[in-house]
Nanobody, 123 residues
Framework: QVQLVESGGGLVQAGGSLRLSCAAS????????IGWFRQAPGKEREFVAG????????AYGDSVKGRFTISRENAKKTVYLQMNSLKPEDTADYYC????????????????WGQGTQVTVSA
C-alpha cells in the first residue's frame, strides 16, 4: 500500500512555470507506476502524465505534450511534474495516483490517490 501527498500548486501567470511534487510513503514506492491527473470545475478527471517504475517509460496527455515533464526519484519516494508555458486552460486540481500496472491512462486503473493540489493560471 502507498500513501500520496501532492504539493507545489499555486497561482501563476500564463507562460509561467510550476513544479508539482508527489511524495509517497510506504516501503515499495519503486514498485508503482505514478500518474498525474487533473480535474477542472465541471469537467471529468483527465490523464496528464505517467511514469513507469524505473522512470524509463513516460506518457503524456495530448494537451500537455512538449510543455510538461514527469520525472521520479525513487530514493526520495517522489515524483515531479514540471509544468512550463502554462495556459489558463491548465487551471485545475492536480492529483497523483499510483498503480502496479505499467503507465495506465485511465482513472479507474489507479488504486491509490492523493488529495490534490490546486493550480490556477491567470491570463
Amino acid at each position: 500500500q502507498v500513501q500520496l501527498v501532492e504539493s507545489g500548486g499555486g497561482l501563476v501567470q500564463a507562460g509561467g512555470s510550476l513544479r508539482l511534487s508527489c511524495a509517497a510513503s510506504g516501503r515499495t514506492f519503486s514498485a508503482y507506476t505514478i500518474g498525474w491527473f487533473r480535474q477542472a470545475p465541471g469537467k471529468e478527471r483527465e490523464f496528464v502524465a505517467g511514469i513507469s517504475r524505473s522512470g524509463a517509460i513516460t506518457a503524456y496527455g495530448d494537451s500537455v505534450k512538449g510543455r510538461f515533464t514527469i520525472s521520479r526519484e525513487n530514493a526520495k519516494k517522489t515524483v515531479y511534474l514540471q509544468m512550463n508555458s502554462l495556459k489558463p486552460e491548465d487551471t485545475a486540481d492536480y492529483y497523483c495516483a499510483a498503480d502496479l500496472k505499467s503507465v495506465p491512462r485511465r482513472v479507474e486503473e489507479y488504486d491509490y490517490w492523493g488529495q490534490g493540489t490546486q493550480v490556477t493560471v491567470s491570463a
